[in-house]
């Protein structure tokens, strides 16, 4: 007979297969080329009263071996001012997308967004400001890399507007940061978490990824105890997924010095646990905030939703993207513009369309969709929430996905009742791999290993 150990490492090879992220549905794999008119389309038809704006900084100055994220490395700081007019001239040819609905939110990513000087950043502010409504209690956050970012610099961000920010550890230990090429001093990730408090930022999340090269439960420990030392306001614990044939940089990384799946999931777990008895709430897949954050309490007030950033409160409002590969949810349609920036500035420069790749939501999808994002943010779904919106009979509906889940019941991994499908704190590990089996995309994909390992 197995012991417990060997029958939860058995359970979890079993379920750590290919999966998507599920910071959308259908996911951005599923885009397709499209026509002009999509995103306009949507939004005369069925978009919001509000927009969440996120602007793309694409650039970089110096290159993390583990990063799937759309990048340019370079250190010459000009490039950015060529972008940031390119971005003036998405804002006005997207104006019909946003004209008279304000903006609830601000959200900077890339790349690194400290690329940009401080003078930079007050440029952009006032493009945002010259072209957007904002509203009056709108939050602005960013994100930072630690390494080139000072007091001084957090305080001009905070004087422009910027209340939320958000700086990447990822791991503290000296090996790990050399195996993904990311030297970084830990004394000054908390000095800058101490000066943003003092500067009056309202909420201060850290980025951890559990699962990179050499990565030890030791040596990961020691991490987690030095984050939580620094008491930030939100936690992001992200599961590294190793895609070489996507991402040439993580060729660098050595199979053989990555974690198995159950040294990667028991990384998890330790962290998972040591957060919330230090008094962090888990949100949805990867997110701790103390109770008082607004995560948390959208979590308790069953109004968390989750988009391309991540987690987010803003469930009503469309989302729009600005720059190179952005991406934007308007109504019932996906948006991406172009991922290459030739492209990105060739489409603008000429006037064709910017929207490169999206798609439009069937009523399929749309009933998929909110199924997996229920399951996403809330770690249940209420089968009468399903029926009630979209008139259908939930069991007959999903029979087949719903004969599936009787494997994870068997193992203890979810919960099935006439009403509703619960998954246990304990199995949150493997919501990826549940979400999975409401996929239709994925059910009859051959080409999954697009896809990172859920665990």
């Given at each position: ?10 359970t ?8 998507p992220?599920?910071?959308?549905y259908?996911t951005?794999?599923k885009f ?5 008119g999509?995103?306009e389309?949507?939004s005369?038809?069925c978009?919001?009263?509000?927009i ?7 650039f970089?100055e110096e ?6 994220c759309?990048?340019i ?6 490039k950015?001012?060529?972008?940031l007019s390119?971005?003036?001239?998405e804002?006005?040819a997207k104006?019909?997308?946003?004209k ?15 690329f940009?000087?401080a003078?930079?950043?007050?440029y ?7 072209h957007f409504?904002?509203s009056?209690?709108?939050e ?11 007091c ?5 961000l905070n004087?422009?507007g910027?209340?939320r920010?958000?700086f ?7 090996d ?9 001093s ?5 000095k800058?978490?101490f000066?943003?408090k003092?500067i009056g930022?309202t ?27 620094m008491?930030?306001?939100r936690i992001?614990l992200?599961s590294y997924?190793?895609l070489p044939?996507r991402?040439?940089?993580q060729?660098?990384?050595p199979?053989?010095t990555l974690?198995?799946?159950d040294?990667?999931?028991a ?10 008895k ?9 997110h701790?905030a103390k109770?008082s954050?607004?995560?948390a309490?959208?979590k308790?007030?069953h109004?968390l939703?989750?988009?391309?950033q991540?987690?987010?409160t803003?469930?009503n409002?469309d ?20 991922k290459q920036?030739k ?11 910017l ?5 439009a939501l ?9 199924v ?5 943010c ?19 509906y999903?029979?087949?996905e719903l ?9 203890g ?17 493997y919501i990826r791999a549940?979400?999975?089996?409401f996929?239709?995309y994925?059910?009859k ?8 390992a859920?665990?």
């Amino acid at each position: 007979m197995n012991s417990p150990i060997e029958q939860a490492t058995s359970t979890i090879t079993k379920y750590a297969q290919q999966a998507p992220r599920y910071t959308s549905y259908p996911t951005a794999l599923k885009f397709e080329a499209v026509n002009d008119g999509l995103l306009e389309s949507a939004s005369e038809n069925c978009g919001a009263d509000t927009i969440s704006l996120y602007i793309h900084i694409p650039f970089c100055e110096e290159l993390c071996y583990y990063c799937g994220c759309n990048k340019i490395v370079t250190r010459h700081n000009e490039k950015a001012d060529h972008y940031l007019s390119y971005i003036e001239k998405e804002m006005v040819a997207k104006k019909s997308l946003y004209k008279d609905k304000k903006v609830v939110a601000l959200h900077l990513g890339g790349g690194s967004p400290s690329f940009l000087s401080a003078t930079q950043h007050t440029y952009l502010m006032y493009l945002i400001k010259k072209h957007f409504l904002i509203s009056s209690d709108a939050e602005f956050s960013i994100e930072l890399d630690p390494r080139n970012v000072t007091c001084e610099y957090l305080e001009d961000l905070n004087e422009l507007g910027y209340t939320r920010v958000s700086f990447g550890v990822q791991d503290i230990n000296v090996d790990v940061q050399q195996s993904i090429n990311r030297v970084q001093s830990t004394a000054h990730i908390a000095k800058l978490v101490f000066d943003a408090k003092n500067i009056g930022y309202t909420s201060v999340n850290l980025d951890l990824i559990y699962g990179l090269p050499k990565q030890t439960m030791e040596k990961f420990r020691t991490t987690v105890v030095a984050v939580k030392a620094m008491s930030p306001d939100r936690i992001s614990l992200f599961s590294y997924a190793h895609l070489p044939d996507r991402f040439a940089a993580q060729r660098k990384i050595p199979l053989d010095t990555l974690p198995t799946p159950d040294e990667k999931a028991a990384l998890h777990q330790m962290a998972v646990e040591s957060f919330t008895k230090t008094g962090f709430e888990m949100i949805g897949l990867d997110h701790f905030a103390k109770p008082s954050d607004t995560l948390a309490m959208a979590k308790h007030t069953h109004v968390l939703h989750r988009n391309f950033q991540g987690y987010t409160t803003h469930k009503n409002s469309d989302l729009l993207g600005l720059g190179v590969s952005a991406i934007s949810t308007i109504g019932n349609a996906y948006g991406q513009n172009p991922k290459q920036l030739k492209d990105y500035y060739n489409r603008l420069d000429n006037d064709l369309p910017l929207t490169a790749n999206g798609i439009a939501l069937s009523l399929d999808d749309r009933i998929r969709r909110d199924v997996i994002m229920s399951l996403m943010c809330n770690l249940y779904l209420d089968k009468k929430d399903i029926e009630d919106k979209y008139n259908i009979n939930f069991n007959g509906y999903f029979c087949i996905e719903l004969t599936s889940l009787k494997s994870l019941m068997a193992d203890g991994i979810i919960e099935l009742s006439d009403r509703y499908i619960s998954v246990p704190d304990t199995s949150r590990i493997y919501i990826r791999a549940i979400c999975a089996r409401f996929d239709a995309y994925l059910n009859k994909d051959h080409h999954i290993s697009r896809y990172s390992a859920a665990i």
